[in-house]
């Protein structure tokens, strides 16, 4: 049964066979579980999503006062729309947590990076439009079985 991290409250949460994902809910705050946008993490929460989510997560690295990253933004909802719950989506600000960057080796913004199973399995730098990062996602991640 998939384990999935709730992007509100960040309980971890489990999928019976056969419930859709889509409409899942979290058993702690009841919020859904995928909303079709990006969960915005902290240091912790992404650490907690890396290690506990059964699903692919894409966390999109990113600071205000970049603008390739700002371009990207509806983008990258727009990939989220188009995936969840097939990946998680989430960003992650390197200004206010500058701490979990530097830990993943962030040098330029924006950057994707792609973990499963707990570690890294892509990455990718520079603004992307939203077809394209769906088809980056589905070329480096989704064809190797979730």
Known sequence: ??????PACGAINRIPPGKP???????KCREPLFQGRPADLDGAGLARHITRDSIPLVVDFWADWCGPCKMMAPEFVKAAQALEPLVRFAKLDTEAAPEAAAAHGIRSIPTMMVFRNGREVARQSGAMPAGQIVQ???????????
Not at 21 to 27: F, I, L, M, P, Q
């Open 1 to 6: 049964m998939p384990q999935i991290v709730c």
């Open 136 to 146: 980056w996602l589905r070329d480096a991640v989704l064809a190797l079985g979730s």
């Open 21 to 27: 994902a889509e409409t899942a809910r979290c058993g």
